[in-house]
């Protein structure tokens, strides 16, 4: 083979080997911002089952207008799901904080972390990494 044959394999095999690792990225990147949107809709959900325990008379097993004695295991019977592991981080009279872990890990090897504050007629999403 002549040089520049051998010199236009070699850019080739370097050029899909870039193609490659930045498919690799992206695949990455996105699979972080889906498992991070699913743990926020299931953190959501778990906070309106918390605002309807909020809303509910204690004869119903409610909290009667307050979150005080809520527990996870009222809101959900599985803390854990394919998306992350949940909390309830800690539960007031007006405030509920919860927390939730999901399974994909940022780019610095940290599992992804959202928490919410769930109020009687709001909910606050933020979102750690």
């Given at each position: 083979?002549?040089?520049?044959?051998?010199?236009?394999?070699?850019?080739?095999?370097?050029?899909?080997?870039?193609?490659?690792?930045?498919?690799?990225?992206?695949?990455?990147?996105?699979?972080?911002?889906?498992?991070?949107?699913?743990?926020?809709?299931?953190?959501?959900?778990?906070?309106?089952?918390?605002?309807?325990?909020?809303?509910?008379?204690f004869l119903f097993g409610?909290?009667?207008?307050?979150?005080?004695?809520?527990?996870?295991?009222?809101?959900?019977?599985?803390?854990?799901?394919?998306?992350?592991?949940?909390?309830?981080?800690?539960?007031?009279?007006?405030?509920?904080?919860?927390?939730g872990k999901g399974t994909?890990?940022?780019?610095?090897?940290?599992?992804?972390?959202?928490?919410?504050?769930?109020f009687p007629d709001t909910?606050?999403?933020?979102?750690?990494?």
């Open positions: 083979m002549g040089y520049q044959q051998l010199l236009l394999i070699s850019l080739s095999v370097i050029l899909v080997g870039i193609a490659v690792a930045v498919g690799i990225s992206i695949f990455q990147d996105n699979a972080v911002s889906l498992n991070r949107d699913a743990v926020t809709i299931d953190l959501v959900n778990l906070g309106s089952r918390a605002q309807l325990y909020y809303r509910r008379p409610g909290g009667q207008g307050s979150f005080a004695g809520l527990t996870l295991a009222d809101l959900t019977s599985k803390p854990t799901n394919e998306n992350g592991t949940y909390r309830l981080k800690n539960a007031t009279e007006n405030l509920i904080r919860l927390e994909e890990r940022d780019p610095y090897g940290d599992p992804i972390k959202v928490e919410m504050n769930v909910m606050n999403v933020v979102v750690n990494n």
